[in-house]
């Protein structure tokens, strides 16, 4: 027989899962700005601070709104995913606090981490249980090695801007500059998450891959802006985005052993 008063429990449990999911994206996605900052190429005051606008929207709305979103939507199906790709961008931005010598951006990762904490107890799940499943994929993985140098090349300049950038812009009273740091240190992580779980997975795929592209359009479409990139390396960033997605799918129809088919 089902234990009824179980069965409830964790319908209700379900149900505040996603009421919390609801309001935690709600809170990083639109009042941190993310979708705000995102759609700064719609006025032209924030012209010359358009990559710096894009950057921290990326963050917030795509790789951190938009998984807590997915988890409010589809709680069972996300839940492990989503958990480790916000708290891999907290790690994003702890890592770029210490380059940037920026505390106050602690307290952002702070944040993050305490979401994760209370969305990790209300679906009974755990973000670092993904190292126990995790596997090497040959083709997503040597994407992400390639990928490295320049985006630890990119965090560590736009780190270093900061405190010192003649053109920059702030949030709640935070520099850009450190997000934007985050942002490839973020890209990494995540997309090393997507590499070892090429059976399912989909989330950090999708939500890693899709920003690195619209940076690059944006950057291809600006490329004399400060925190842009050339042509050439907009071009490359999005071959790599395409690529990354077309390499996990691969990898997943191969259906190689231990791999998990959760479907997240």
Not at 37 to 44: K, M
Not at 132 to 147: E, K, Q
Request: charge should be neutral.
């Amino acid at each position: 027989m089902v234990d009824a008063d179980a069965e409830s429990g964790g319908a209700g449990n379900r149900s505040w899962l996603r009421i919390a999911a609801g309001l935690f994206g709600l809170f990083w996605g639109f009042f941190f700005f993310g979708l705000i900052d995102l759609l700064a190429f719609l006025d032209e005051a924030f012209n010359a601070v358009l990559l710096l606008e894009t950057g921290w929207g990326l963050v917030f709305l795509f790789l951190v709104a938009a998984p807590i979103v997915a988890l409010a939507v589809r709680a069972s199906a996300v839940s492990a995913s989503a958990l480790a790709e916000v708290t891999s961008v907290a790690a994003a931005v702890i890592a770029a606090a210490a380059l940037s010598s920026s505390p106050g951006h602690l307290y952002v990762a702070a944040g993050l981490l305490a979401t994760v904490a209370v969305l990790a107890v209300l679906a009974r799940d755990r973000p670092w249980s993904v190292v126990s499943t995790w596997r090497w994929s040959a083709l997503p993985g040597t994407l992400v090695i390639l990928a490295i140098a320049p985006g630890c090349a990119y965090a560590w300049t736009s780190a270093r801007t900061t405190g010192g950038a003649q053109v920059t812009d702030d949030t709640w009273g935070l520099d850009h500059w450190p997000v934007q740091a985050a942002l490839p240190l973020a890209l990494l992580l995540i997309s090393a998450l997507a590499a070892g779980h090429p059976s399912g997975w989909r989330l950090p795929t999708w939500s890693a891959s899709t920003a690195a592209a619209w940076f690059a359009v944006v950057c291809w479409s600006e490329p004399h802006l400060v925190a842009s990139v050339s042509r050439p390396w907009a071009a490359i960033t999005l071959l790599w985005s395409a690529a990354f997605i077309a390499t996990t799918y691969v990898s997943a129809r191969e259906g190689v052993p231990g791999w998990p088919r959760t479907g997240r």
